[in-house]
């Protein structure tokens, strides 16, 4: 099975908090083979601010994080024209930020699952028509 992680759920393998046993669960699954992640590159700059501006991560353990999030997350995607094409339409027709849309898009792009804790993004890719899973519901 394929995941794309958003965010949401990347940060609470760092950071303990209510979900964070799931998220960690899940990246287990990862480490075992159970599971594939993916995710557009994005995700990286994401948990990097906020561990770093929010989260009161020194240099080392947020770079110390980001290579984790390497590590786990074997396929990190940058973005190309079709990808940030559809991302920029899903946005506009969904009222969703280019950044949630991102990870809609590449969901759909890959036929995987999308795994969030954000359940307004949850909420809206379901009406997307794309596989989506809440984080708590794994």
Not at 59 to 78: M, N, R
Not at 85 to 90: E, G, R, S, Y
Not at 107 to 130: C, F, P, W
Request: hydrophobic share 50%.
């Amino acid at each position: 099975m394929i995941y794309v992680i958003d965010a949401s759920v990347a940060l609470k393998w760092f950071v303990s908090e209510e979900g964070c046993e799931k998220a960690v669960s899940l990246r287990e699954k990862q480490i075992s083979g159970e599971a594939d992640f993916a995710a557009p590159d994005l995700l990286l700059y994401e948990v990097a601010h906020v561990l770093v501006a929010k989260k009161h991560f020194d240099v080392s353990e947020a770079q110390d994080a980001i290579g984790c999030v390497l590590d786990v997350v074997a396929d990190v995607v940058a973005p190309d024209r079709a990808l940030m094409d559809n991302a920029i339409q899903l946005a506009r027709q969904f009222g969703l930020s280019v950044y949630d849309a991102c990870y809609a898009a590449l969901a759909s792009k890959q036929d995987a699952v999308l795994v969030t804790d954000d359940r307004e993004l949850l909420l809206t890719a379901r009406r997307m028509g794309i596989q989506v899973s809440l984080l708590e519901t794994l």
